[in-house]
């Protein structure tokens, strides 16, 4: 496939991987109007968890079903539970209805990022494909930011139902240009019949898999904040799913290659070292897009469709360096270069945000963020690019799977992890620069009251107090982004113009 037909295609790929990526930020600034309406405080966690934990645990079993089913008709299923899902939520009538439909859209988005990227590799060599996916990439970097941007705008300006009807017409436009355009030949284990190709999917693999990641997220979105860590309850999540997890292991070893995640395929040098890259990256890049507002809102009083806006210049570095750096992977054959500067620029943007102050100019926060965007940029594309080269076009799905699994598990863990830390550094920090102020009352007005609930006298230690709490996830993103890079020393150097002729071949 070449020319227009391609690119409305790439497009309405682009439009998929947008709304997908979407749907972890845009929430963020609708919260507050929404827990107004249903009176659901306590619900808070499940609006995000509903749709991480099945986006998460659904997501090796959407490679194999990708490897053993039709490429596209498996997709459009993905996309239409994700519209559902969009719909339940949109037209949620109480709190419950509105976490059903979050985890359901999550169920489909679980396909969409794998499906995208599979898609790709069956209608361009792998030379092109590392430009394509530096577009696709940087959609889900673009909607990862602008998502509180644009949930604010729905939710001052339209209504928060939005937040989620907004995928409904985008969607349109993915669902039409996949229908018409993409006509993917017959492959060979298209040949087997239904009941061979449902063992491929190693449904009791799947079925062990499942309830252990479900286990260790919630744990991971209730612990410090719902509950202690130290209680029974996240204790036995986390102790219970590790347990499950390692059964899970030892279960895909004994299955070999007609396991969810075959042995083979996970143990493969860039394989491994492109799933712990991405981890690492992704965890800095999501606290960056959850505390980054959280710091214009507090320290500078922006309003969140404000934040939003002091947010593109990370935006926009992130789509010109994911172009280019997919572009010059075409054109050099390699992508370890790129990988490992733009690990390197991460890891110097999230050191300088550590720098902040409360007095700090729009120099320092403009400049940062355009040396984290480059960096993030630059390293989206080439985890996903290494496991097209390294593996062959059957295992190729999986490979893309187990990837971006990692990377909305790396995601999930340090958003909850940074949210633990932040919140028990705030509270020291108001305890020793503002003695006497109401903790409680003032973490309830959440970001958007912080302002409303102090005095004129209390507000200087307040904001001293957001800023020094608010540094530490930036720290934590910091020594992710240093994994990341050791991790990218780890990939093999493969040439991707010289294996463009195996690919096709194959």
Request: aromatic share 12%; proline share 5%; hydrophobic share 55%.
């Amino acid at each position: 496939m070449s020319g227009a037909k391609l690119h409305i295609l790439i497009f309405g790929l682009g439009l998929a991987v947008f709304v997908m990526a979407l749907d972890m930020s845009i929430l963020v600034t609708a919260i507050p109007t929404i827990t107004e309406k249903f009176h659901s405080v306590a619900d808070i966690g499940w609006y995000m968890s509903g749709y991480l934990l099945t986006l998460c645990s659904l997501q090796p079993l959407s490679g194999k079903l990708y490897a053993n089913f039709p490429l596209k008709w498996t997709f459009l299923a993905f996309f239409l539970v994700f519209e559902i899902g969009s719909v339940i939520s949109g037209a949620a009538t109480s709190s419950d209805m509105l976490i059903v439909g979050r985890a359901i859209a999550g169920a489909g988005a679980a396909g969409l990022m794998s499906g995208t990227l599979s898609i790709i590799a069956a209608v361009v060599t792998l030379r092109l494909r590392a430009l394509y996916t530096g577009i696709l990439s940087s959609m889900f970097g673009i909607s990862t930011i602008a998502g509180p941007l644009l949930g604010g705008v729905f939710t001052q300006h339209v209504s928060w139902r939005w937040v989620f009807y907004i995928n409904l017409p985008i969607g349109g436009v993915t669902i039409v240009a996949l229908i018409f355009l993409f006509h993917p030949p017959p492959r060979a284990v298209e040949d087997k019949n239904i009941k061979d190709r449902i063992k491929q999917l190693d449904l009791p693999g799947a079925s062990i898999f499942i309830p252990g990641v479900v286990m260790i997220l919630m744990a991971l979105q209730w612990g410090g904040i719902t509950y202690p860590w130290s209680s029974g309850r996240i204790i036995g999540l986390l102790v219970g799913g590790i347990v499950i997890l390692i059964i899970f292991s030892v279960w895909q070893w004994r299955a070999g290659d007609m396991a969810m995640i075959p042995p083979r395929v996970f143990t493969q040098r860039s394989v491994l070292f492109a799933c712990l890259t991405a981890m690492f990256g992704m965890g800095a890049q999501i606290i960056l897009g959850t505390w980054l507002p959280e710091w214009f809102q507090v320290v500078k009083g922006a309003s969140p469709v404000k934040s939003g806006v002091n947010l593109l210049p990370a935006m926009l570095a992130q789509t010109v360096f994911a172009v280019v750096s997919g572009a010059l992977t075409t054109t050099l054959g390699y992508y370890n270069p790129w990988l490992l500067a733009g690990t390197a620029l991460l890891s110097i943007g999230s050191g300088l945000f550590t720098t902040f102050e409360v007095d700090s100019g729009s120099a320092y926060w403009i400049g940062y963020q355009v040396i984290f965007g480059a960096g993030s940029g630059m390293f989206l594309t080439a985890p996903l690019v290494a496991v097209q080269a390294a593996l062959s076009p059957a295992d190729t799905p999986v490979g893309i799977s187990m990837v971006t699994f990692f990377q909305m598990f790396g995601g999930a863990f340090t958003a909850a992890l940074s949210q633990t830390i932040f919140t028990e550094t705030l509270v020291k920090e108001l305890s020793r620069n503002v003695p006497g102020i109401d903790i409680g009352k003032l973490l309830a007005a959440g970001t958007a009251g912080v302002h409303k609930v102090v005095t004129a006298d209390q507000l200087p230690g307040v904001l001293l107090s957001y800023n020094a709490a608010l540094l530490y996830p930036f720290y934590l993103a910091a020594g992710l982004t240093v994994g990341s890079f050791f991790c990218a020393l780890g990939l093999e150097w493969i040439n991707v113009k010289g294996k463009s002729l195996v690919a096709e071949a194959a």
